[in-house]
């Protein structure tokens, strides 16, 4: 691949290029990488190589789901800076997050801290164990999303076992600070369990002060859905229990069951079947790229984006939610307007004009217009998105 800084120069200065290498380029200004990204061409031709072996019957299957595998936990531990045999390769994020959930010896009296107005799939799995006796904190930031290491501190007592929480939210794209508060955490004896959906593939989202870590491909990652990545400390192996078995994460030499349950070695004892090896395919694919352009180099590139939109989303009358510079801000931008049928009727422009942005709405039911550009997104398409504001 060309010199980094070379690549993200010719994504502005050779727009066949460009296509080339992101085709939803030629025909819409792609703004919902918060929501179900597009695939880059790289995954697409990985996936479609993984295809084309299977139909014409030239696919070993114990290599793909041994060692093509492994070079894909490869990928994904350089992301998150893990270890490969830490990584089990499952998708949906709310898999690995109920793993998690139904993996632990929990005690009645046992306390998880989350938050009121996370995405939904990291609020149910915790939810649910109040059945079991567990009590659920639910923090409630003056803000949605902003969750601050004070307060979490406000929130841990002597009986928190689990924190679970977004590294971004999805609505407002405030960055929490996953480093401090996993010390704050880890020092008062609790584990902590990460959904990183919002900015793996975007920002640096390192496992240094994570015990569990969960995301999805389908986003920031530019990968297909249901090809993600869970996450788990080698440390954590023996407390976390394998909720689901099965012929793959369960040794059965020659696929004939044994007396006891012993488990794979490593993270794979997380998988209990076979993969989706097409989409983890595409998922490495995608996140080789990401890799080879650079997270900083990206996460740079995303806040320049940010404040592009910011100033003429503001200018234009709309009023942004969530951080718009800082650490906390992210590539997320998420706006409002004081008369509501602005923002329905801004979309309808918008999506004239085939520019793709997320429609979404607080708990109050105030509606509001998500706008998420990757890296290869342009200054210039970001011009046309100000241009056709009502």
Not at 27 to 36: D, S
Not at 83 to 111: C, K, M, N, Q, Y
Not at 330 to 344: F, L, M, Y
Request: aromatic letters at 6%; glycine letters at 8%; charged letters at 20%.
């Amino acid at each position: 691949m060309d010199d980094h800084e070379d690549y993200l120069r010719r994504l502005d200065t050779d727009e066949d290029w460009r296509r080339a290498q992101f085709p939803v380029a030629a025909r819409q200004i792609f703004l919902a990488h918060a929501a179900v990204t597009v695939l880059p061409s790289v995954a697409a031709e990985a996936m479609n190589a993984f295809n084309t072996r299977n139909a014409t019957g030239d696919l070993d299957f114990s290599h793909v789901l041994l060692d093509e595998m492994d070079n894909v936990r490869a990928s994904a531990a350089r992301l998150i800076g893990a270890r490969a045999h830490e990584i089990a390769l499952l998708g949906p994020t709310s898999l690995g997050l109920s793993l998690v959930a139904l993996g632990l010896d929990w005690r009645a009296g046992d306390e998880v801290i989350c938050h009121r107005d996370d995405y939904p799939a990291n609020v149910y799995p915790w939810a649910d164990l109040e059945r079991r006796g567990v009590r659920v904190i639910r923090l409630e930031p003056e803000r949605p999303g902003e969750i601050t290491p004070d307060l979490v501190a406000a929130a841990l007592t002597e009986r928190t076992r689990l924190v679970a929480l977004a590294s971004c939210h999805f609505l407002s794209g405030y960055r929490i600070d996953v480093a401090a508060i996993g010390r704050l955490v880890r020092a008062r004896g609790a584990l902590f369990c990460l959904d990183a959906i919002q900015t793996a593939g975007a920002f640096p989202t390192v496992v240094d002060e994570v015990d569990f870590l969960c995301a999805d491909s389908h986003k920031w990652m530019l990968g297909p859905m249901a090809a993600g990545i869970f996450y788990v400390a080698e440390r954590h192996f023996e407390t976390l229990r394998p909720a689901l078995l099965g012929a793959w994460n369960v040794r059965s030499p020659q696929f004939i069951p044994q007396d006891a349950i012993v488990f794979e070695p490593g993270a794979r004892r997380y998988e209990p079947g076979v993969l989706n090896a097409s989409g983890l395919l595409g998922m490495q694919a995608s996140i080789d790229l990401l890799l080879s352009v650079g997270i900083d180099r990206v996460a740079s590139r995303l806040l320049e984006h940010k404040r592009r939109l910011v100033a003429g989303l503001v200018a234009g009358g709309f009023q942004v939610v969530g951080p718009v510079d800082g650490p906390a801000a992210s590539g997320i931008t998420t706006v409002t307007h004081e008369n509501p049928g602005t923002i329905s009727a801004q979309i309808r422009r918008w999506q004239a004009e085939g520019i793709v942005v997320s429609p979404r709405q607080d708990r109050s039911g105030v509606p509001h217009a998500r706008l998420a550009p990757h890296f290869y997104n342009t200054p210039a398409e970001l011009d046309r998105v100000i241009d056709t504001l009502l």
